[in-house]
């Protein structure tokens, strides 16, 4: 048996009605990544090491990241 999962949206996730965003899921080792917008249509899963390392360098400005938070955005 299978548990479904919890999504969670960022507090970051625009004005109105904060649908802007991605929404994430938190399972064993990986984290699951989907359009908030588009719920029901495939999602993205990473091992939770590199999304915290991606997560870290967006709040960091790391290398590449301008304007939004989206390398090349201006």
């Not at 960022?10 to 109105?16: K, L, V």
């Not at 991605?22 to 249509?41: F, G």
């Not at 999602?43 to 709040?59: M, N």
């Amino acid at each position: 048996m299978t548990t479904p999962d919890a999504w969670f949206k960022s507090s970051y996730s625009g004005g109105g009605q904060g649908d802007a965003c991605v929404e994430i899921a938190l399972r064993r080792a990986r984290i699951a990544v989907r359009d908030s917008k588009a719920p029901a249509h495939a999602t993205l899963t990473f091992p939770a090491p590199a999304f915290t390392a991606f997560v870290g360098s967006l709040r960091d400005g790391g290398p590449g990241i301008t304007g939004a938070g989206v390398a090349g955005s201006t």
